[in-house]
């Protein structure tokens, strides 16, 4: 838990402010998340308050606030926040509605982050952005005044709300099955006989392919996942593909990637330049967002019309082009990740994807425990130091063995020499 963070806010009160209770801090105001365009939602992006949220976390520095307008506040969006430094959250809408138990609250509190919850939609032209605020019994305020009033969330609170939130599942269900059928609608012929995937140059056909995607908030547990294929990877020489940011988390880990997916906007220039193959998602119309940004770099793309997002077309593109096994790195299946994403018009997306390739899929840790070396180098060392102590034993008591040592110290001693010449010309 950070909860040194939050002490050091508290510590930082002086002068007049120290006899105002609260945690103070710098506010960063998110304003542009209150309504996603209609193309991000066709295409099923997180839009609307997950992407203004997001868009806040470029602009967040350690010890600040943030303040949002997110409702469902969803785990992932929550590790951004708090690999942002931030000592508290105001959210103006509900962190957990009751739709569906979603983690963001729990993972904020946690991490030793202040939540205040519920605030008001009035919360977001109130603040100033910039301005030196103040948390206190569910209040935000500006000095003495107080500028909104919503709810302390405690770990007691958070865990109600989420026994409360799961009753919701069955709405949530409901709702799911409409979007699998009207998914299935659309990319009928994409899911059934991958028509419209594109063409890459890499070669994929009966090679391994490791999937990345940058995992967790800041591509860490990505990071840590490739370390421990690293065995994996110099025995079968895989595929890579970074998926958005997951190609800088390969170039992190000192790998090349071979394919990028996804929207150049989240991926670095030194991925885009590194000399892998690019795929970009575009609408039904062809229009590929982020597609400029490739083209300023002079390098080239291909895009892929399909209304899934990125990492579910970067593992139908692995097996339409004949991938003999797939190995996911950050992409989480669990039923909590997947209800807890804030993309509900995304999942039935990942869920028939993930039944067209599941043959095929292996999760990074089931990879790296098949390929873990069973026997430590100390081990093997101690064996040959063995084996030599054995031989050089055996040499020793045989009626030859001192004229073979000795032969043994002479020729050690002429390489001895030749090595010292060599290294003195």
């Known amino acids: 838990m950070r909860m040194g963070s939050v002490l050091d806010g508290l510590s930082s009160l002086t002068g007049d402010r120290a006899e105002r209770p609260g945690?103070?801090?710098?506010?960063?105001?998110?304003?542009?998340?209150?309504?996603?365009?209609?193309?991000?939602?066709?295409?099923?992006?997180?839009?609307?308050?997950?992407?203004?949220?997001?868009?806040?976390?470029?602009?967040?520095?350690?010890?600040?606030?943030?303040?949002?307008?997110?409702?469902?506040?969803?785990?992932?969006?929550?590790?951004?926040?708090?690999?942002?430094?931030?000592?508290?959250v105001?959210?103006?809408?509900?962190?957990?509605?009751?739709?569906?138990?979603?983690?963001?609250?729990?993972?904020?509190?946690?991490?030793?982050?202040?939540?205040?919850?519920?605030?008001?939609?009035?919360?977001?032209?109130?603040?100033?952005?910039?301005?030196?605020?103040?948390?206190?019994?569910?209040?935000?305020?500006?000095?003495?005044?107080?500028?909104?009033?919503?709810?302390?969330?405690?770990?007691e609170s958070v865990a109600m709300a989420m026994e409360l939130a799961k009753d919701g599942l069955v709405n949530q269900l409901e709702a799911f099955s409409a979007n699998t059928i009207e998914f299935m609608r659309q990319d009928r012929a994409l899911l059934l006989d991958g028509v419209g995937v594109p063409d890459v140059r890499v070669r994929i056909a009966?090679?391994?392919?490791?999937?990345?995607?940058?995992?967790?908030?800041?591509?860490?547990?990505?990071?840590a996942d490739l370390g421990r294929l690293r065995r994996y990877v110099r025995e079968h020489r895989p595929v890579l593909v970074g998926v958005n940011g997951g190609g800088d988390v390969l170039l992190a880990a000192g790998y090349k990637p071979d394919l990028l997916v996804g929207d150049p906007g989240e991926m670095s220039d030194k991925a885009l330049t590194s000399g892998a193959d690019v795929v970009v998602p575009a609408f039904a119309d062809g229009h590929a967002p982020g597609l400029y940004r490739v083209q300023d770099l002079g390098t080239g793309a291909v895009t892929f019309p399909a209304s899934?997002?990125?990492?579910?077309?970067?593992?139908?593109?692995?097996?339409?082009?004949?991938?003999?096994?797939?190995?996911?790195?950050?992409?989480?299946?669990?039923?909590?990740?997947?209800?807890?994403?804030?993309?509900?018009?995304?999942?039935?997306?990942?869920?028939?994807?993930?039944?067209?390739?599941?043959?095929?899929?292996?999760d990074a840790h089931a990879a790296a425990t098949l390929y873990r070396n069973p026997v430590s180098v100390g081990a093997v060392l101690l064996l040959v130091m063995a084996t030599l102590a054995v031989l050089v034993a055996a040499i020793a008591v045989t009626a030859a063995g001192p004229a073979l040592l000795g032969y043994l110290d002479r020729a050690l001693e002429h390489l001895t020499l030749l090595a010292t010449g060599w290294f003195n010309r």
């Open 206 to 223: 009966g090679r391994h392919v490791v999937v990345v995607a940058p995992g967790g908030s800041d591509g860490r547990d990505s990071r």
């Open 308 to 362: 899934g997002n990125a990492e579910d077309l970067a593992l139908i593109l692995a097996q339409q082009h004949g991938a003999e096994l797939i190995v996911t790195v950050g992409l989480q299946a669990s039923l909590a990740e997947f209800l807890d994403r804030g993309r509900a018009g995304r999942n039935a997306s990942t869920f028939l994807t993930r039944l067209k390739v599941n043959d095929l899929v292996v």
């Open 90 to 155: 105001v959210n103006a809408a509900p962190s957990i509605s009751g739709r569906y138990p979603n983690q963001g609250p729990e993972a904020l509190l946690y991490a030793g982050v202040a939540l205040i919850d519920d605030a008001g939609p009035e919360l977001l032209s109130a603040v100033r952005d910039g301005a030196k605020i103040r948390l206190w019994d569910g209040g935000v305020y500006h000095g003495d005044k107080l500028l909104a009033q919503g709810t302390a969330q405690t770990s």
């Open 23 to 88: 945690l103070v801090g710098t506010a960063r105001v998110a304003r542009d998340g209150a309504k996603g365009s209609a193309k991000g939602s066709a295409r099923g992006s997180a839009g609307g308050p997950a992407q203004g949220t997001q868009a806040l976390v470029k602009r967040l520095r350690e010890g600040q606030i943030a303040v949002i307008d997110h409702l469902d506040l969803d785990r992932p969006t929550a590790e951004l926040l708090i690999d942002a430094g931030v000592v508290g």
